[in-house]
Structures are given as C-alpha cells and as structure tokens.
C-alpha cells in the first residue's frame, strides 16, 4: 500500500545501544522530517530533509543522526541511546515546496531505552 | 522564531455539545498556514482542517470549524456536535510560508487533550 511507514514500531533497547529507526514512504515526496513527541512538549523537529543526500538539524538533534541515500528512505539513529531518548518518534514527509501540501505523518515508533 | 501556544491542556464536552479549543501563535510574517491536528491513542497524526494567512475567510471541514484572528493571532477550532470519536489530543500547528531550511516542517503547540462524555 502507498503511504509512510515506520519500523519498527516498538523497540526497547538498552543504554548506550545503538537503534535505528526507519521511514519509508511510497509518494516520492522531497521533503522528510523527524518528530520526537513527549509528554508536555507536543512535536518537536529533530532532522528534516529536503531531498536525498540534503539533511539538516532541526530543533532537538544532539543523539541523533540522519542519512538519506534515497528519495523514499529517511532513517534516524540513536548512536548511543540515553534515557532521555525515550519518545515516540514520527517521520513525516511532503511534496513540493508549498506551504500548504499536506504534511503525512508515519503511524510512529514507540522507542523506550532502559 | 515562531511560537505557538495552547493554554488549555484538558477540555471535556458533552456528546453533541460544541466546544472550542484555543491557539494562539507568535510570529513576525505576514503569511502562513495553520493547522489542527487530531491524535487518537492510537497515536496516528489526522489532519483536520487548514488555514491560509491571508484568506480571511474562516476554514470550514463539516464538524469542524476554526476562528481565525490575524491580528489577535489567534486561531480556535470549534467542534460541534461533538462524538465520541471525537476524544483525542488535539494539535495547534503553524508553518512558515518561507518554504527553506527548517522553516517549512511544522511547529506544534503542546496539544489539549479532549474528552467526550455520552
């Protein structure tokens, strides 16, 4: 089916681990975003990606990498969880440059480091 | 930078009741759009209705309607006749018509959780 996907959608993993989580979406759309959402904080911008091999920071990166080889493809990884890494992280993408096309959120990754 | 702001954090309705969840935003452009999202529990991001800066006119999508006040920026989302499949966090979100490094992803308020009662 056509749309974005996230994987996997719920991982536990320990401190100082390694974790990646990845994003997929079927509409070759330019740009892609990380979310992290926590309590009392709403949605916050870790990376975002204007096309493939254009990433760049956005609000909350430190932790955080991010590749984009392909258009379709947009994974985040953890290079060494912490605690406070612990959130439920969305990949959203969108077509074009306009403002107003419809940003799709992915369903979301449950990650909880211990 | 750009702010946005939801003061309510809760809000309850009764089945078939109206209620109106408050936004408000901080930012020194002209034009943007503005957006409500629904998050259910199971976390999925829904969008329910839009708005462009410069069109006055207030956005309608059936149930739900917003109130949009440029010069307050303000910008509410009433819902009525409201169903129990309306109960979710709700999420202000604002986005920058200067479509270039990070201001095109979506700044989002820390939502206001509804809860519908029958």
């Known amino acids: 089916d056509a749309g974005i996907t996230q994987s996997p959608r719920y991982k536990i993993t320990e401190t100082g681990r390694q974790v990646t989580l990845m994003c997929h979406q079927t509409?070759?759309?330019?740009?892609m975003f990380w979310y992290r959402q926590d309590l009392g904080h709403g949605l916050r911008l870790i990376y975002y990606?204007?096309?493939?091999?254009?990433?760049d920071k956005g609000e909350v990166p430190d932790g955080y990498v991010v590749s984009r080889s392909k258009t379709e493809n947009f994974p985040l990884t953890l290079e060494s969880a912490t605690r406070s890494q612990t959130s439920v992280y969305f990949c959203?993408?969108?077509?074009?440059?306009?403002?107003?096309?419809?940003?799709?959120f992915g369903e979301g990754s449950w990650l909880t480091v211990v | 930078a750009q702010t946005v702001t939801q003061s309510q954090p809760e809000m309850s309705v009764q089945e078939a009741e109206t209620v109106t969840l408050s936004c408000t935003y901080d930012t020194s452009e002209s034009d943007y759009y503005l957006f409500w999202y629904k998050q259910p529990p199971s976390r999925q991001m829904i969008l329910v209705i839009r708005q462009e800066a410069y069109k006055q006119q207030n956005a309608t999508e059936n149930r739900f309607s917003v109130n949009f006040q440029k010069a307050a920026k303000s910008f509410s989302l009433k819902i009525s006749d409201s169903q129990l499949g309306d109960a979710a966090m709700y999420f202000c979100?604002?986005?920058?018509?200067?479509?270039?490094?990070?201001?095109?992803?979506?700044?989002f308020g820390k939502g206001t959780k509804l809860s519908v009662k029958p």
């Open positions: 990606s204007a096309a493939a091999d254009i990433t």
């Open positions: 979100a604002y986005r920058s018509m200067n479509y270039g490094g990070s201001q095109g992803n979506l700044i």
């Open positions: 959203a993408s969108t077509a074009g440059t306009a403002p107003g096309n419809t940003i799709y």
């Open positions: 509409w070759s759309h330019s740009y």
